[in-house]
């Protein structure tokens, strides 16, 4: 066997490298919190209904998540935390990354279509146009605002649950929505603060690239504290309760003083511990949206059984 044909071998597609342009990790939080919209709304879903609504959302979301990879392909190559993605790392090739991107937002819209209605399907389209052509192709390489717009394409998803239960679009719905989209730039601009460098090599205007470390800060705090009532107010509507009051008012006050802590360090702090107030801030910033939308579920869950 030659020295090109073990090559060949080694880097042959497998499965998990196709599975992985879907985005399984941004994929998991569609799931759920589509899954929540879903659970919550005011309405009677059919379980069958119910899971393939979910499941088509989850194949849409793969959708965009495979085209954004495509479209990415250069600036994954040279990030440090991008760099062993499918196509950077010679697994799967940019046509084959394009094609199932297509081939599945096309499947995924039409079959939410005719599993629950046209409102619901036309949001899934325009999520996936709005990720993949707003976001990726427009925002990310043109201005620092990238993931304050961009943030939209993410916190569609329980708004898309909430449709495809309800055929409609509420206060709540909206509310979710919201949740998620002012959470984004947070959690992005803590990850930015330890990640300058990977953006910056990417030519990626990052607002820690285009106007520094020092503006990002008073970015994530302000945005922080627009978040946080927004978060505990969701909890006086018709779909929160107990469980989401509790569960909010912590985790946004712990969100909010992790963003002061953030606000108050210069650089010569954070690169002495290597950013680790920053770190953390990120990690529980994943926890902070499972948290708020498990605790919407547990009290839909209490209201149906009649604890509430």
């Known amino acids: 066997m030659t020295d090109a044909t073990t090559f060949e071998m080694e880097n042959e597609a ?102 629950t209605n046209v409102l619901a399907a036309a949001l899934l389209a325009f999520t996936i146009f709005f990720y993949a052509v707003v976001y990726s192709m427009w925002l990310k390489r043109s201005t620092p605002q990238n993931i304050v717009i961009g943030g939209a394409a993410g916190a569609f998803p329980p708004l898309v649950g909430w449709v495809a239960a309800t055929g409609s679009v509420s206060l709540e719905a909206l509310l979710m929505f919201g949740l998620i989209f002012m959470w984004t730039p947070p959690h992005f601009w803590a990850l930015a603060l330890f990640l300058k460098k990977d953006y910056n090599n990417a030519n990626v205007p990052m607002l820690t690239v285009t106007h520094g470390r020092r503006v990002t800060r008073a970015h994530l705090l302000v945005y922080t504290l627009l978040l946080a009532p927004l978060a505990v107010g969701l909890g006086f509507t018709t779909i929160g309760g107990p469980v989401y009051l509790a569960v909010a008012i912590g985790a946004n006050a712990w969100f909010v003083k992790g963003a002061f802590d953030i606000f108050r360090r210069d650089e010569e702090q954070a690169e002495a511990d290597s950013y680790r107030t920053e770190k953390a801030f990120f990690q529980f910033s994943l926890l902070y949206l499972f948290l708020h939308f498990l605790a919407l579920l547990a009290d839909a869950g209490l209201r149906a059984a009649g604890a509430i």
Request: glycine share 8%.
């Open 14 to 115: 497998s499965f998990g490298d196709y599975f992985a342009l879907l985005k399984p990790r941004v994929m998991s939080l569609v799931v759920f919190t589509a899954f929540v919209g879903l659970m919550v709304a005011p309405v009677s879903v059919h379980p069958m209904i119910g899971f393939c609504a979910v499941l088509f959302i989850a194949v849409g979301a793969g959708a965009a998540g495979s085209l954004n990879m495509w479209w990415d392909a250069d600036i994954d190559a040279v990030m440090n935390r991008t760099k062993n993605r499918p196509i950077p790392a010679g697994k799967v090739t940019g046509d084959d990354a394009l094609a199932i991107g297509l081939t599945l937002s096309v499947f995924s819209v039409v079959m939410l279509w005719l599993a």
